[in-house]
């Protein structure tokens, strides 16, 4: 080895030193290693005596080959010690270390084979930086990955001599090696993800040399870097609700919940409680009131309205946007904000998460935080909430009769010495069966109308007659209260009791007035007159927020209401009455989501915006139809706002929702014969073909397309849509002449009718073509299109329509097949940030990670495949089933082929497995054959273009 330079020490070099020095526990220790003159010294040692027999013959053979490994080691120290400035002696710390463990080892003869193997692994798990020293430019980034891996490397050997050091015993030594063992393997995964980085960090050096051909892919990696929070940063909350005013008791509660949240601070866990009871048991005040009491414990506490996914998938963008993670006004895809929020959550510690009424457990799995450190607090009316996803928890119970009266005169400012308001009280504690919500209720009716309290019962069974009295205790709350609400509604007139009825069908928490006054703005019901004009509204919405029938934010004007009151309006409605209210519903909603079915028109993603906000509300009228009966055949009406809302769905690659609405859709139209039915039957088909299965897809289209026919006219630009359709099905089934045959009707017949979606039919013939093996007709074709004819930048993106992003695909594909790699790789680049930014991260994300992914692989740059790979990898994962496990059984493939490559045997192992695992799953669920496992059985689990 060359005499190395003297320098300067960095201070990350000298902080690596100390931490070593730390690890031995005495300078002795220290100094004995870095005495090691040579590295012939440290192979011929006398010390180091490998025991006799086969098993000594075994060991001396170890010792022979770890020449190489421990010259391989002795060079990685040199390279460092070049680039951080360290004396020529300190590159002898690693193979003196090295020296010290064998001689140490040496004592325990049945231990020396194994630590002689859990070196020679961890020599070879070093990268060979020495050719990066030579040829990259060193910059920081590099150098802190470098450093990394090294400080990792001695402070392991440092507790590898501290181990024997205080294991002289050998049976005490033998009880502890499997602890030991666990902490090696740990220390091998370490470095191979600090080595992976230090490779990624190399690639992208290079790139950085030539920024004007690499650019695409440089500013791709740089936006996957997680975003993180320091841990000092300022204290954010999102706790969107205001507490109540009349909350009472429940410190019990609130210490079991403090305790355990926040016992054992410094473990590095994640710590979860569940607070379970039947529905208005105060379950969500008890939160809201420890979320209060507990600002200044935490870094951030953050709601989560745990309902539904829609409603999970709101306030965690909220959550991103108290974070500053995100712009106020950007959309962004669901699954692309859970990547984000469970980065956040992983990066940071100190934070409690509260999941408000989290009655459907299964939606909380994919957003679960396992691994991470901070709390969860779960309310529920579900037990099981407690045992299947919290550490622990407890039932919320109703108020005793105790408790119950003395809350019930607090709320109505009464004495609460006095033994006649006692008395009074009680009685009414027990015939509301100590609900708080009930009594919360009761009392602000008694102080708003100013009723004696000594009269209140008396009104009250005379205005419920179905409640008995007597059987209190085993009370249906929901009737119990339907029966309080019910003086509150009887009172109600006019606008106010029209507009209530309107709200009791949307969304309770996020209705907009905007979407009351846009969807109501063409309607000729006099009756709905009053919402054409806002001094008129405000009068119908201050009659209910007097009642406290609803709820109204100050700061941004949305109406929420509990959905106990919903169900109180609705059971009070005549059947004329709710199917009219529902259909105003409808009509309100319509407006929307734009019409898909009634003309070709394409993506329509101006209208995304609105049609996220009113999507909560779509699911509430599924919801409230099923639940109440109130259209259970046909509905035209409401067939189609589901149809609308469904394209919605498609185009944001929602897919598992649009099933199922598309389902309830098919089974609510009348007219079997309209354009309507046959886009349902035809949006059926494409989720059949973007989940890949064109064997469910052909017959949806075929039927779709024979429908319209017989409803349009034989040259209508409407049928060639459905051409394409089906034109696409067959080129994923590798039926090319009738893919071929239907692509070019479709040509054929746009360009009679001077369509202006004719583009769409071209690239859809390029894909083709691709597809043939055609490359230069493929890009023929692809120039066709009257906005691609430049082949810019602009004429790809200006339209802001995630269609156009599919171009994109086709030209990097084009590029790759005439060999022009670095095109290719800039065009995949392109439209992989394109579809980030306009999708999300779902599955036209992770075929374009994919896409990229590959083309970097066959450059060389591995690392970054495999960055992007597991990129793909966590997207997947996060999605259902049937959308994701394809693409995450290719992404494994993939893996487990580089690895191959790269002579990693163990990982490439694993990774194969689960590709082959998660293909048995597929074959499986969807009734198909994976083939033979080979490479390209796994790139036909997915579609051949995702447009």
């Not at 180091?48 to 098993?55: E, F, H």
């Not at 075929?702 to 849509?721: G, K, Q, S, V």
């Not at 790809?796 to 790759?816: A, H």
């Amino acid at each position: 080895m060359s005499e190395i330079p003297k320098h300067k020490l960095s201070p990350l070099w000298e902080k690596a030193l100390q931490n070593y020095r730390e690890e031995l526990s005495g300078d002795d220790d220290f100094r004995t290693i870095i005495e090691t003159g040579s590295l012939d010294e440290l192979l011929n040692d006398s010390k180091i005596k490998p025991p006799v027999g086969a098993q000594g013959r075994k060991a001396l053979n170890s010792m022979n080959r770890m020449k190489p490994m421990v010259k391989l080691v002795n060079d990685f120290s040199a390279v460092l010690a070049v680039a951080f400035g360290a004396d020529a002696i300190l590159t002898t710390l690693i193979w003196g270390s090295i020296r010290m463990i064998l001689t140490l080892a040496s004592s325990a003869e049945s231990t020396l084979q194994e630590v002689l193997n859990m070196l020679e692994e961890l020599g070879l798990t070093l990268p060979r930086f020495r050719a990066y020293e030579q040829t990259i430019p060193m910059n920081e980034d590099l150098e802190t990955s470098l450093l990394a891996v090294y400080t990792e490397v001695i402070c392991f050997y440092a507790r590898t001599i501290h181990f024997f050091r205080s294991r002289k015993n050998v049976l005490l030594l033998r009880n502890s090696w499997s602890e030991f063992r666990g902490d090696f393997n740990r220390t091998i995964q370490r470095i191979k993800r600090l080595s992976m980085a230090v490779e990624r960090e190399v690639e992208l050096t290079r790139m950085r040399l030539d920024t004007q051909k690499y650019q695409e892919v440089l500013d791709l990696m740089s936006s996957l870097n997680p975003h993180t929070i320091n841990g000092e940063a300022k204290v954010r909350h999102y706790i969107p609700f205001t507490e109540s005013s009349r909350f009472w008791g429940r410190e019990d509660i609130l210490i079991a919940i403090d305790g355990a949240l926040r016992t054992n601070k410094s473990a590095r866990t994640l710590r979860s409680y569940a607070i379970y009871g039947i529905g208005g048991v105060g379950k969500t005040q008890i939160a809201l009131r420890y979320a209060n009491q507990a600002r200044g414990k935490f870094n951030g506490i953050f709601w989560i309205s745990a309902d539904n996914s829609r409603t999970i998938a709101q306030s965690l963008m909220e959550m991103l946007k108290t974070l500053n993670l995100i712009q106020l006004d950007m959309e962004t895809d669901n699954n692309a904000v859970l990547l984000e929020v469970k980065k956040w959550l992983s990066t940071n510690e100190n934070w409690l998460l509260i999941f408000d009424n989290a009655d459907d457990l299964s939606i909380l799995k994919p957003v679960w935080p396992g691994g991470a450190t901070g709390s969860i607090l779960l309310t529920s009316r579900d037990s099981n909430a407690a045992f299947s996803l919290a550490s622990d928890g407890c039932q919320i119970k109703p108020f005793d009769m105790s408790t119950g009266s003395a809350a019930l005169l607090n709320f109505i400012g009464l004495d609460q010495e006095s033994q006649f308001n006692k008395d009074k009280a009680n009685d009414i504690t027990s015939v509301l069966g100590g609900l708080p919500l009930a009594l919360s209720q009761i009392g602000g009716f008694i102080v708003q109308r100013k009723v004696p309290l000594q009269n209140f019962l008396a009104l009250y069974e005379r205005n419920s007659t179905s409640v008995d009295s007597r059987k209190t205790m085993s009370i249906n709350y929901e009737h119990t209260l339907a029966t309080v609400w019910e003086m509150s509604l009887s009172s109600l007139t006019g606008d106010s009791q029209t507009l209530h009825m309107i709200l009791a069908f949307l969304d309770p928490d996020t209705i907009y007035e905007s979407l009351l006054t846009e969807g109501l703005s063409h309607t000729e019901d006099p009756k709905l007159e009053f919402i054409k004009d806002e001094i008129n509204l405000l009068d119908a919405e201050e009659t209910l927020l007097q009642g406290a029938l609803i709820d109204k934010s100050s700061e941004n004007g949305i109406i929420s209401m509990h959905r106990l009151i919903q169900t109180a309006i609705i059971r009070r409605m005549s059947f004329d009455e709710k199917q009219d209210y529902f259909s105003i519903a409808i009509d309100m909603l319509a407006s929307s989501f734009p019409d898909t079915f009634t003309a070709d028109v394409g993506h329509q993603v101006g209208a995304w915006a609105r049609c996220e906000r009113g999507l909560p509300h779509i699911e509430n009228l599924i919801k409230q139809n099923k639940t109440h009966k109130i259209f259970t055949g046909s509905c035209q009406s409401f067939a189609e706002l589901l149809l609308r809302c469904c394209w919605y769905l498609y185009e944001r690659e929602d897919y598992s929702t649009a099933r199922s609405y598309i389902e309830v859709a098919l089974d609510k139209f009348s007219d079997h014969s309209s354009l309507a039915y046959a886009s349902a039957i035809d949006l059926q088909g494409l989720i059949e073909l973007d989940i890949c299965r064109p064997d469910k897809a052909l017959k949806p289209f075929e039927e779709a397309y024979d429908l319209r026919r017989t409803i349009l006219a034989e040259d209508d630009p409407f049928l060639a849509a459905n051409l394409v359709n089906i034109g696409l099905a067959y080129t994923e089934l590798g039926e090319i002449d009738k893919a071929y045959d239907h692509l070019q009707k479709s040509i054929d017949m746009r360009l009679q009718s001077n369509s202006d979606r004719i583009g769409n039919s071209y690239s859809n013939m390029s894909s083709l073509l691709i597809r043939m093996g055609k490359a230069d007709d493929a890009e023929e074709m692809l120039r066709r299109c009257p906005s691609l004819k430049d082949f810019t930048d602009e004429t790809f993106l200006k339209t802001g329509n995630p269609r156009f992003s599919g171009d994109m695909v086709l030209m990097s594909r084009i590029r790759l097949m005439q060999g022009r790699y670095d095109e290719a790789l800039s065009y995949a680049s392109k439209a992989l940030g394109f579809r980030r930014e306009c999708l999300g991260e779902r599955l036209k994300v992770c075929d374009s990670l994919y896409q990229v992914a590959d083309i970097l692989n066959i450059g060389g740059n591995t690392a970054l495949a495999i960055q992007l790979l597991n990129e793909c990898i966590k997207i997947s994962e996060g999605l259902p089933d049937c959308e994701g496990q394809r693409h995450l059984a290719r992404a494994y493939h993939k893996l487990g082929s580089i690895s191959q490559n790269l002579e990693k045997e163990k990982e490439a192992l694993g990774y194969m497995e689960r590709a082959r695992s998660l293909a048995r799953e597929i074959s499986k669920r969807d009734g198909c054959s994976v083939g033979e496992h080979t490479a390209p059985d796994f790139e036909r689990l997915v579609p051949w273009m995702l447009w």
